[in-house]
């Protein structure tokens, strides 16, 4: 079984709106992190935000913050105000529980074009 | 501050060489990670070390490939010998153990013709 889902493999968006990639993830230890990091053309990972399964208020960085549904698997990245440059490739992450030490199984990606 | 640097950033090769990819991890971090990008299996995780000792190598895909960390400041990920489908961006990314958050090196382009 997967154990991080993206469904949508490609989406637009247009500019100064704010949208929302879809991640659900499958484990059952108690303890794990969550990641989203970004892939613009030019190839490089780029960390953007993380939520701990402990942590009871959702993550935020800047424009970006993260909708943390515990009960439902989910852990849904919000980009706010979006803006051209916002145009990549969208990875979610996760670090299963100590055990496992900082390894990080990733989703397939969600492919976002920003339209002016 | 330096990032992860990965040399080289391009490598092209023909069938049965040695590839060899080095990876510098940021100063400080102790866990080493070597990825695989491909379109047809997303990013896959290779081998992972932490203070230098590996860990994890269940994703690597055969005994044709090798990596060693002979200390904390350089990792190696070799190949011998590279096949056509060894073609892939390979990442280095490193992290410190006691948090989560990896960070990525601008990755080596392989192919291998």
């Known amino acids: 079984a997967q154990k991080i889902t993206q469904t949508q493999p490609g989406m637009f968006v247009q500019e100064k709106e704010a949208v929302t990639l879809d991640c659900t993830y499958d484990t059952s230890d108690q303890s794990y992190g969550l990641f989203w990091y970004k892939q613009p053309s030019s190839g490089e990972m780029i960390f953007l935000i993380y939520?701990?399964?402990?942590?009871?208020q959702n993550a935020t960085e800047g424009r970006y913050s993260l909708n943390f549904q515990k009960a439902r698997k989910s852990a849904n990245l919000v980009i706010s105000a979006s803006q051209l440059g916002d145009s990549a490739m969208y990875f979610c992450?996760?670090?299963?529980?100590?055990?496992?030490?900082?390894?990080?199984?990733f989703g397939g990606g969600t492919r976002v074009l920003v339209k002016p | 501050d330096a990032g992860v640097i990965q040399s080289p950033r391009h490598e092209v090769t023909e069938m049965g060489q040695e590839v060899t990819l080095r990876c510098k991890p940021i100063?400080?971090?102790?866990?080493l990670f070597w990825y695989r990008q491909t379109m047809m299996r997303g990013l896959e995780l290779l081998i992972y070390f932490n203070n230098n000792v590996p860990i994890d190598d269940s994703g690597m895909p055969e005994d044709r490939f090798s990596a060693k960390m002979p200390n904390a400041s350089f990792s190696t990920l070799k190949i011998q010998p590279s096949e056509p489908r060894d073609s892939a961006v390979y990442f280095c990314a490193s992290s410190l153990l006691a948090a989560g958050e990896q960070y990525f090196g601008p990755g080596t382009r392989l192919t291998v013709t």
């Open positions: 939520q701990g399964s402990y942590d009871e």
């Open positions: 100063s400080g971090h102790n866990s």
């Open positions: 992450a996760m670090r299963e529980g100590r055990a496992a030490g900082n390894k990080l199984t």
